[in-house]
């Protein structure tokens, strides 16, 4: 890692159930203080990684190593509680007869007591609950409660935090709100922590590095700027950037397209000899719409008002549906003119339907 000392390391990490991959060839570090993400819909395999870092699950190839220590391969397996690692579950797993002082003092045991009344009340303070400490469980709300599991991973100072989707029990408000919190706690404590989650907005804001997993894949392993400009696959792009994929047709200027020649280049994954049929991908909010007298082909056929902007569905000449953020407010019905704003675009191989999945040629 640049500059930072190096917390974990995964090398070709591999796990299947039954006869499934489910975890396939993961290879990934974190440094010292980092928040590294684990980005994914369901069933990508995010949950079973954490697992395995955490030591709940054995391996089934590679390797998984801890500052200078190998905890995991094949041949080795060190217990969960041997690992040094704090845990955030998605349930918080609080005990509901312990005051949030007997649940952050839990894990504490080993200590003399001095010393855990120091490390919990220094916990507690960092998660904003002092004055709290008596109180039960069932006596404060579900944000507070994520900040008495947060509290007692935090307390022993373990090198490296785990947290398996700690916010999806919350409501909107207080979800975007301590996403924001949790971010800050983390930093000040100095912790390296690995945060589990399907959000990508969530992701894009908490994170310094996010790893894409795509039915047990790592499709990509880069910084929040990177992953969302320069998504280094198909899937990338339409899973975190949601993008609009137009067909496209490769010449020297850049890519030609329903909406004109837009200046772009391809992604490394195959060679262009063997490809017939490109796609370009184009955010939401890298079309430019206006109004037009003119016939244009393009077409308002719906509008969801977000606030800010408005969220349009548009239809193109070819009859394909596009996605569009705009602030500008244009009515249902009504012919526009299309642009792009970007000032490169990325190309990508078109997925063909072969029956048994989407695959890229």
Known sequence: MEGKATVLELEGV??????????????FAV??????????????GKT???????????????????????????????????????????????FPHLTVWQNVTFGLQKYPRPQQQGLASEAIALVGLNGLEKRYPHQLSGGQQQRIALARALAPH????????????????????????????????????????????????????????HQGHLEQWDTPEQIYRAPRSRFVAEFVTQANFLAARRESGGWFTELGLLPGQTQPQSSEAELQQWEVSIRPEE???????????FVISDRAFLGRDFLYSLRTPSGQELTARSSAEIAIGSAIAVSVLADCVLGFPKIRNTGGGEKIP
């Open 158 to 213: 373990p090198p490296l935090i785990l947290l398996d989707e700690p916010l999806s029990n919350l409501d909107v408000q207080v979800r975007l709100r301590l996403r924001y919190e949790l971010r800050k706690i983390l930093k000040k404590a100095k912790i390296a922590a690995i945060f589990v989650t399907h959000d990508q907005e969530e992701a894009l804001s908490i994170s310094d590095r996010i790893a894409v997993l």
């Open 287 to 297: 079309l430019d719409l206006r109004r037009t007298n003119e016939p244009s082909g």
């Open 31 to 44: 440094g010292d203080g980092e928040i590294l993400t684990l980005l994914g819909p369901s069933g990508c």
């Open 48 to 94: 079973t990684l954490l697992r395995l870092i955490a030591g709940f699950e054995t391996l089934d190839g590679g390797s998984i190593i801890m500052g200078d220590r190998q905890v995991a391969s094949l041949d080795r397996h060190v217990p969960p509680e041997s690992r040094s690692i704090g845990m955030v579950f998605q349930d918080y797993a609080l």
């Open 14 to 27: 591999r796990k299947k159930f039954g006869s499934q991959w489910v975890v396939d060839d993961i290879t």
